[in-house]
């Protein structure tokens, strides 16, 4: 599973109108992981509809059938998995290769730590460069051991994790606002005696929360000075479930930012998950007098759920307020996009975190806009746009996409509203999260423009 195998395929988006239609995207990455995870140690059979069927949660399928579950592909985004219990994990022949998905690897070493079975994990060159310290802290004071590759001033893969049976409970305060740290502790809290608890200062995404409850967990969140505080109980019982996955914010973004910057264009975007603490991109967009409107709200498998209604809009630059910054991590770099169109200058801080990304988000998104003739400063925790009010960008860059599947599609969508064509170098990393992305484009109104390569 290495998406970075063979000949780069560049990519070049332009719009020959107003985008319209009526379309969906893929099932929440986020979701998608934990269903898998989750239903591979519950017992008896967990149904799955609606799973992202992209790069990074096939990397998540391949290592629970490594470690013994038996999980099955019955249709399109349909699922069966058929889970070996708490504490039934097995210790996999071969290394686990990850691909280029951080969730997984994070999530999957948490499961690992409170299994008394050994596993190493491996990864493409975007993925060996992230760090894994934040994990690797809490894990070994459970009592995993683990051992990484040295990297400069972080620790990365290939890593190797021997799981602690039984592990040592934990009450852990997080240092850095990360829903991966956080739900890795948890999931080694499963198979570990008695509590472990999460203390978290800054809300993060809460999907692992929610989902271990509906599994069954013993779980509780109480609010406290310190920050939300999370226990599970262990040794626990997971009993399967039917999971309908909602289509994923993340990638809405994209979209999303398209119709708000292309004159004239009307979308509806259908089934988008819209938990609070990941909807923080459509609160900021709207802030900026995007006409964002939500239709047809709902709860679907305890999430919140609405279809959102898109339409071309004059936006205006603002400051965002930091503290967004958890709840919209990911769509950080195509609101820089939004940004480039906008009245004024957007400043948008507190988001440090995207350096350490697939890649360092921030200085890329930034030499990126400005060979497309944005204007932009780079600080050290985030970047100020100053937008062109509606203008067309001028375009004409090629854009090192640095492996990296949001920077590769925030600039295609950029590149919609350019003077001269946007190429992106190699867009196969966006099979990773959104591997319909360039066929909803179409779909839309999008033209797929000729490239060097083609």
């Not at 609606?50 to 059938?65: H, K, P, Q, W």
């Not at 019982?237 to 994923?248: C, R």
């Not at 047809?296 to 999430?303: P, Q």
């Not at 640095?402 to 599609?409: E, N």
Request: charged share 15%; aromatic share 2%; glycine share 12%.
């Amino acid at each position: 599973m290495n998406h970075v195998a063979g000949k780069p395929a560049s990519l070049c988006l332009a719009a020959s109108g107003p985008l319209t239609g009526d379309v969906t995207v893929p099932g929440d990455k986020s979701i998608s992981h934990r269903s898998l995870m989750l239903g591979a140690l519950a017992v008896g059979e967990t149904r799955i509809t609606g799973l992202l069927e992209g790069e990074d949660v096939l990397a998540t399928a391949s290592a629970m059938r490594a470690m013994g579950a038996e999980i099955e592909r019955t249709g399109t985004g349909e699922w069966r998995v058929h889970g070996v219990g708490v504490g039934g994990l097995l210790q996999p022949a071969t290394a686990l290769d990850m691909g280029n998905s951080g969730t997984s690897t994070r999530l999957l070493m948490g499961l690992v730590a409170s299994h008394p079975i050994t596993a190493t994990f491996i990864g493409d060159a975007s993925l060996s460069g992230r760090p894994m310290g934040r994990v690797i802290t809490p894990l070994s004071l459970m009592g995993a051991t683990i051992a990484a590759t040295p990297g400069p001033g972080r620790q990365t893969l290939p890593l190797t994790l021997t799981g602690a049976c039984p592990a040592i409970p934990l009450r852990y305060t997080l240092p850095v606002a990360s829903a991966q740290v956080k739900s890795a502790v948890l999931l080694a809290g499963l198979n570990t005696p008695g509590e472990t608890v999460v203390i978290e200062p800054i809300p993060t995404r809460d999907h692992s929360e929610r989902m271990l409850a509906g599994f069954g967990a013993q779980l509780s969140v109480t609010g406290s000075p310190q920050g939300r505080i999370i226990t599970i109980r262990g040794e626990a019982e997971l009993k399967p479930q039917t999971i309908q996955v909602p289509g994923d914010p993340s990638s809405a973004a994209f979209p999303m930012v398209a119709a708000l910057i292309v004159p004239g264009s009307d979308i509806i975007i259908r089934n988008v998950g819209l938990n609070p603490t990941r909807a923080g991109l459509v609160r900021v967009l709207q802030a900026m007098g995007g006409r964002i409107d939500l239709l047809n709200e709902r709860t679907v498998g305890g999430e919140p759920v609405a279809d959102l209604h898109v339409c071309h809009s004059a936006l205006t630059g603002i400051d965002v307020p930091p503290e967004n910054a958890p709840s919209m991590i990911d769509e950080y770099p195509v609101l820089f996009v939004a940004a480039a169109f906008a009245k004024g200058r957007t400043v948008m801080r507190g988001i440090e975190e995207l350096r350490v990304k697939e890649s360092d988000r921030i200085a890329v998104m930034a030499q990126g806009l400005q060979a497309c003739g944005v204007q932009c400063e780079e600080l050290e925790d985030g970047l100020i746009v100053e937008g062109r009010d509606g203008d067309l960008v001028p375009g004409g860059a090629t854009i090192a996409a640095r492996l990296d599947h949001r920077i590769a599609m925030s600039f295609a969508v950029l590149g919609l509203n350019a003077a001269r064509p946007v190429v992106i170098d190699d867009a196969r990393p966006i099979a990773t999260s959104f591997p319909t992305f360039v066929a909803m484009m179409e779909q839309l109104g999008c033209r797929l423009l000729p490239t060097a390569d083609h």
